[in-house]
């Protein structure tokens, strides 16, 4: 019955109030959110607060609403929840809505409220973040051998994400740590992992481990014997279903391998190896032997030929091996097709061509053999000029033609064709007149070219010019060029023979005095005549006469003007240099005003007068008086010099007497003084100026009294130090050391000791000297204390502290909560320390009322300590890694972690660098401290995955290089190297792998180019890359391609020996590197060239005097190499015997050669026959013939072409000449 009453008096208010209610405006107010975020498309439920004033109508609905992603409330807006409420009064309350899956992700969602009835909109929004989701994270499978150490699994998330490793696809627990999987038994394992960013958290990734058996090694089959030197096919083996081969080179065991098949060395017989791997499962590894047959050696061939262009040239030979058949190649080194048909050279074209030759022994070829062939130039008629023009009866010099250089000249004389040639060039006889043709060749290397012609012409000799007198002339006159009569005249000047002629008269010279002789002729026809001479008269002309500048001072008495004259000269004065007429008496001077004049004055000798002479005066003007100022000094103070504005002062006293130097006025008496001072200028002197010197007493020093004070320390109370003071007028204060303060100094007392301040006093501008004021700042040493620190362990029983002071003092203590007390504390040990290094206490003590400083003693309570290991990455190999060390309880620490990493921190906290070289897992062994031993902490654990990238070495394109040539290594590498990195290449011996050689130029990508030492020894090679890593280098694989090495040469010389005039010698030169090699040794002289394949290389020289030979240079197909050693033939004379040189009387020709070669033998046979042996370069007998006869021949048409040695013996002389069959 209350209720309904109380709902009538309620009703009847309200409808008594109801215009008045209405009246009151409605607001919605929405309040802070439940949440500020949410995670997308997983919606959501969240709770809208919010407060309204005034009165809703009956039926109200509140509705709360989500903007668009901006921010912005448009005509869709999204409701996401209601509530049925008609408040009357004040009201908060609550709406539950529900975020939509379909929102997109954004941090600028505002959430209001509205309300239906009325229609009212909160005042105000809440601002709500929408987050992304994030995909799952990147997983990789993984594939491990059965018993195969496994590391923790890994995934990539996003920045800022953190993994949920998960044991199912939904539900279970999340674990931040990574599972290691287990590799005992065969078979497949799925793990999940998620990510969570920002508070959302992916969908899980699945990760399959997949544990695989042992595998058998890969089916291989010996391949067919190879020839040495000989390009191979890659080897070939078979692998199991869904496995991939591993190609490991000669290496049985360890190495590095490559996916592409190995292709073996033909250079000797060795085992190669190769395996199979199926996911990470790899097989034992199979062997593959391959058996290389040695090349054959190069067939035996000449060395070289010579041809002169264009003769006819015979096929080239060889000799082969037993059972060998030769391939001819032309002109192809490498390559080309071969034929059993011996090459004919081609002379057509001049150069050197070389041709090579190989043979087949057993199915293997050889090298080629090289055999060099030049075929010289003809050359080109000399150059001459024509006509030469020669004079009748006068001296003729010989015909002159221009030899190409090295060319030889072969003068026929008037023979356009035959004759005999000469190499004096003929002298043209003068006698008569008239023309005459000369011809002339030109030889070079044994080639002669055609003949040139050249006339020479004989002209008579023309008469003498007819001259024209000229002169007489005064000395430096302007002269008139000679004249003569006749055709082409040529003028010489002085030069009665000799001198350069020249087409333009001569000018004759009038600066030197005397008679000269002038030479002319005339040509006609090419013929000069006779000088003809002309003589020129030079009269002498005085020089102008000598004067001296004239100077003197204003109002000074007058000199008179002079001058220098010659003997017999007559003298001019002129007061214009512009005039003519002068007069003999010199000008009157004046000397009134100054300034400067000048005269002119000339003399005169036999008709020929002289230059004038100026003669400057000058009347200087006297100077003003110096400027001076009077000066004043005060007593006995340091005086100055006086000075003087102006030039060259001069100083006298008060009674005019002249002082020496710049006088200094004394101070020591007071009073005035007096001085005089003059200037002058340009020899002139002033009138005097008068300055004046006072000097005044000095006053009294100030009254001054002595101070103390304590020094200042923290605990010192607080003493009222003034600035000092003193008794006098305008007080002037200074240092100890005399420096001015700007004003009067306050004593410091942060130091102690005794210290000086000095003052003056100032009367009259004159300053008295200096009082001084002591001031002494007393202090009182801080306490001793025994023990400045002192170490405990937790609970430990502790005693007072010590400090020890002065006697007669007294004692405080302060603790390290600002306490203080008189007596020594007793330091807690419940608890350890809280500062870092110790609690501090402090002590001071006081004596005579002054404070001293504070003494520290420091209190450690120490404890056994804890360390956690913290540091978990992922790394390349290669890599530091940092691990942090967190330490309880108080230093030095002692520690031990797994991996042999230990030692000692001063500090609770430290980074240590690790360098693991596989995947690590580090933990805590051990930690200590002064309390003994401790424990791991939480976390103790930090495990380090190392990634380790690999190198794989590419083809190269050529195969086959010089040594000092550069060589270009393609390569491509996985994964990624620790910064600083960089490629090199490395040659391995392929003949001794344990021969290894770096190149030395690197790069940061591919390919490396670097040049090989030019020392490389020949042979082949292995090639790889290999990265530096910094810390731990990485080994690329073997590149597929063998590259073989050729070296540079060398050459020695060596032969030093004894021989009689007229014996041959040999000498021996030894190669290194590949041949053929192409040498030039020589004498002082002469130069000589071989190309040979053999090795060492006997070279006879038959030296007619002791000389000394050296090789110029040496090469092979790699280009120039290197050379050393030199030999000397010692020639001795054997006195009283005969020559036996037979050189001057042996004659061999045609050479070279094609089929017939004549001996000549200029000596009698009659007593001893002649013995001619014909051998070729290795000294193979090819004929041997014994003759009586002076003139032999020899066939060698059947002979190939080559060089031979002939021998000529009779009795005990003998020749030797080198012969070419071409």
Excluded at 683 to 709: D, R
Aim: aromatic letters at 6%; a positive charge.
């Amino acid at each position: 019955m209350k209720g309904r009453l109380i709902y009538s008096y309620l009703f009847i208010c309200l409808c008594l109030t109801g215009p008045t209610i209405r009246s009151v405006a409605q607001t919605i107010t929405t309040n802070a959110l439940s949440v500020s975020a949410l995670c997308g498309s997983s919606g959501g439920t969240l709770s809208v607060s919010f407060s309204t004033t005034g009165i809703f109508l009956i039926g109200n609905v509140f509705t709360a609403q989500i903007s668009d992603p901006n921010g912005v409330f448009s005509g869709t807006t999204t409701p996401i929840g209601t509530l049925a409420l008609v408040p009357v009064l004040p009201t908060t309350a609550t709406i539950t809505s529900t975020i939509p899956k379909t929102l997109t992700a954004s941090a600028n969602y505002r959430i209001r409220v509205i309300s239906s009835t009325p229609a009212r909109t909160s005042t105000n929004t809440q601002t709500l973040s929408i987050q992304a989701i994030p995909n799952v994270p990147t997983v990789s499978n993984k594939s491990y051998c059965v018993g195969e150490v496994a590391g923790p699994l890994s995934a990539t998330a996003v920045s800022g994400a953190t993994l949920n490793w998960y044991a199912g696809p939904v539900g279970g627990n999340a674990s931040s740590l990574a599972p290691t999987p287990i590799t005992t038994a065969v078979g497949s394992t799925t793990y999940h992992v998620s990510q969570t960013l920002n508070g959302c958290e992916s969908s899980r990734a699945s990760l399959v481990v997949t544990v695989s058996g042992s595998l058998a090694a890969p089916k291989t089959a010996a391949p067919a014997a190879i020839c040495q030197g000989v390009v191979s096919a890659a080897l070939t083996a078979t692998a199991s279903a869904g496995a991939t081969l591993r190609w490991w080179g000669t290496n049985a065991s360890g190495g590095s391998f490559s996916t592409t098949p190995t292709v073996p060395s033909s250079q000797a017989t060795a085992t190669y190896y190769v395996s199979q791997i199926i996911n990470s499962c790899e097989s034992p590894r199979a062997s593959i032997v391959v058996t290389v047959k040695p090349a054959p050696t190069t067939p035996s061939a000449p060395l070289a030929f010579t041809y002169c262009q264009s003769v006819t040239a015979t096929p080239l030979s060889a000799t082969a091996s037993a059972d060998g058949t030769l391939n001819w190649y032309g002109t192809s080194a490498a390559g080309g097709a071969a034929s059993s048909t011996p090459t004919t050279p081609n002379t057509g074209t001049t150069g050197t061509t070389f041709y090579y030759v190989s043979q087949t022994v057993g199915g293997c070829e050889s090298p080629r053999a090289i055999i060099s062939v030049q075929v010289k130039p003809k050359p080109a008629a000399p150059i001459t000029t024509s006509p030469i023009i020669f004079c009748q009866n006068r001296v003729a010099n010989p015909l002159t033609a221009i030899s190409t250089p090295g060319g030889t000249l072969n003068w026929y004389g008037t023979n356009a064709t035959g004759g005999t040639a000469s190499a004096t060039a003929p002298t043209p006889s003068t006698s008569v007149t008239g023309s005459t043709v000369y011809y002339v060749s030109q030889s070079i290397n044994g080639c002669e070219g055609p003949r040139a012609s050249l006339t020479a012409t004989v002209n008579p000799v023309p008469s003498k010019p007819i001259v024209a007198a000229a002169g007489p002339y005064c000395e430096g006159s302007k002269p008139n060029s000679l004249t003569a009569t006749g055709q082409s005249l040529s003028w010489y000047g002085t030069n009665p023979d000799g001198g350069t002629p020249s087409s333009i008269a001569t000018v004759p010279n009038t600066t030197v005095i005397g008679t000269a002789n002038y030479y002319v002729t005339q040509t006609i026809n090419g013929c000069e005549s006779d000088r003809a001479v002309i003589p020129v008269v030079v009269k002498d002309a005085p020089n102008a006469p000598g004067t001296a500048p004239l100077e003197f001072c204003q109002n000074s008495a007058v000199p008179a003007l002079t001058a220098t004259f010659v003997a017999n000269a007559t003298a001019s004065w002129y007061n214009d240099p512009a005039s003519s007429s002068g007069s003999q008496t010199p000008p009157l001077l004046q000397n009134s005003t100054p300034g400067q004049t000048t005269y002119y004055v000339s003399q005169s000798l036999d008709g020929c007068p002289s230059p004038k002479a100026s003669l400057v005066v000058t009347v200087k003007a006297t100077p003003s008086v110096p400027g001076v100022s009077s000066v004043s000094y005060c007593n006995n103070v340091q005086p100055q010099q006086l000075t003087a504005n102006g030039t060259n002062i001069k100083w006298y006293d008060a009674s005019d007497k002249l002082i020496n130097g710049i006088p200094t006025p004394a101070t020591n008496n007071v009073g005035d003084q007096t001085f005089k001072a003059t200037q002058t200028v340009n020899g002139c002197e002033s009138g005097k100026a008068i300055l004046t010197v006072s000097v005044k007493p000095l006053p009294a020093l100030p009254g001054v009294t002595n101070l103390t004070y304590c020094q200042a320390q923290k605990d010192q109370p607080v003493q009222a130090i003034p600035p000092l003071t003193a008794n006098g007028q305008n007080l002037r204060w200074y240092n100890a050391d005399g420096n001015v303060y700007q004003s009067a100094p306050t004593p410091p007392v942060t130091q102690s000791g005794t210290f000086s301040f000095l003052v003056t006093q100032t009367v009259d501008n004159c300053e008295s000297s200096k009082a001084t004021i002591q001031v002494s700042v007393r202090t009182t040493p801080a306490p001793t204390v025994p023990k400045p620190v002192v170490s405990y362990c937790l609970d430990e029983k502790a005693a007072p502290l010590e400090a020890v002071g002065e006697p007669g003092s007294t004692l405080r203590w302060v603790d390290p909560y600002g306490r203080e007390t008189t007596s020594n504390p007793v330091p807690p040990t419940l608890n350890v320390n809280v500062e870092p290094g110790g609690d501090i206490y402090y002590v001071y003590q006081i004596n005579n009322g002054c404070y001293s400083g504070r003494s520290i003693v420091k209190v450690i309570v120490n404890t056994i300590p804890t360390l956690s290991l913290t540091g978990s990455a992922s790394i390349n190999l290669g890599q530091k890694t940092p691990l942090r060390l967190k330490f309880t309880g108080n230093p030095p620490f002692s520690y031990t972690l797994t991996g042999g990493n230990s030692g000692i921190s001063n500090s609770t906290d430290t980074t240590i660098s690790v360098l693991p070289r596989g995947n690590t897992t580090y933990q805590v062994n051990a930690v200590t401290n002064s309390c003994g031993v401790g424990l791991p902490g939480n976390p103790a654990t930090a495990i380090v995955l190392v990634q380790a990238p690999t190198i794989t070495t590419s083809a190269i394109n050529n195969n086959t290089l010089c040594a000092g040539s550069a060589l270009n290594v393609p390569f491509t590498t996985i994964g990624s190297f620790t910064s600083g990195n960089i490629f090199r290449a490395e040659l391995i011996s392929v003949a001794d792998t344990s021969k290894k050689f770096e190149l030395p130029t690197s790069s940061a990508t591919s390919p490396v180019t670097s040049a090989l030492s030019a020392t490389l020894a020949s042979g082949q090679y292995y090639v790889r890359v290999k990265g530096s890593n910094p810390d731990i280098g990485i080994l690329g694989t073997n590149s597929p391609t063998t590259i073989t090495v050729r070296s540079k040469p060398t050459a020695t010389l060596t032969g030093n020996q004894t021989i009689n005039a007229g014996t041959p010698a040999n000498l021996t030169i030894s190669f290194g590197g590949d041949g053929p090699w192409t040498v030039t040794y020589a004498d002082s002289v002469r130069s000589f060239s071989a190309t040979t394949t053999t090795n060492p290389y006997i070279a006879e020289v038959r030296p007619a005097r002791t000389t000394t030979y050296k090789i110029n240079n040496v090469s092979n197909t790699c280009g120039a190499g290197t050379m050393s050693g030199t030999a000397t033939i010692l020639v001795q004379t054997v006195l009283g015997v005969e020559d036996t040189s037979l050189d001057p009387l042996v004659r061999v020709y045609p050479v070279p050669t094609a089929t017939t070669l004549t001996i000549d033998i200029d000596v009698s046979l009659t007593r001893d026959p002649a013995e001619l042996s014909l051998t070729d370069l290795r000294g193979r007998p090819i004929h041997q013939l014994t003759t009586r006869s002076r003139q032999t021949e020899l066939d060698l048409s059947s002979q190939p072409a080559g060089v031979y040695l002939l021998r000529i013996q009779i009795g005990d002389r003998q020749s030797v000449r080198k012969v070419l069959k071409q």
